[in-house]
């Protein structure tokens, strides 16, 4: 999987998964907040918080392995895909690869949904 199509499914789930949550919320009763106003919120704010049309600023950290090489596959294009670490079931291919694997950590700054 390329480096983009992972991120923006990481993205993408874990926007869903917040929007999902608080609507659950909201059907069982419960008076539990899931990403609150600044409105709403009770306590003190940290001024190191970022704050956006009244919603704090959360990043995402993502940490991942990666590699870049080249292949044999004359399907496959240049790229920066994400390592998998487990596979199953199916049928092998084998092919030549040469590849460098490297870590990277980023975080991206998301205002989830109200």
């Known amino acids: 999987m390329e480096l983009k199509e992972f991120i923006k499914e990481v993205l993408t789930e874990v926007i869903a998964g917040v929007s999902e949550a608080q609507e659950e919320i909201k059907k069982s009763g419960s008076t539990a907040i ?3 106003t600044q409105n709403s919120a009770m306590g003190t704010k940290s001024s190191t918080k970022i704050v956006l049309n009244k919603r704090e ?3 995402i950290e993502i940490d991942v392995a990666v590699s870049v090489g080249d292949t044999t596959d004359t399907k496959k294009k240049g790229g920066i895909n ?3 670490m487990l ?3 199916g049928e ?3 092919q030549t690869v040469s ?3 490297s870590r ?3 975080s991206i700054p998301v205002v989830y949904p109200g």
């Open 92 to 94: 092998k291919n084998m």
């Open 99 to 101: 590849s460098t694997t």
């Open 34 to 36: 899931i990403n609150a």
């Open 82 to 84: 994400v390592i998998k």
């Open 57 to 59: 600023v959360c990043p």
């Open 104 to 106: 990277i950590k980023f």
């Open 87 to 89: 596979e199953a079931g």
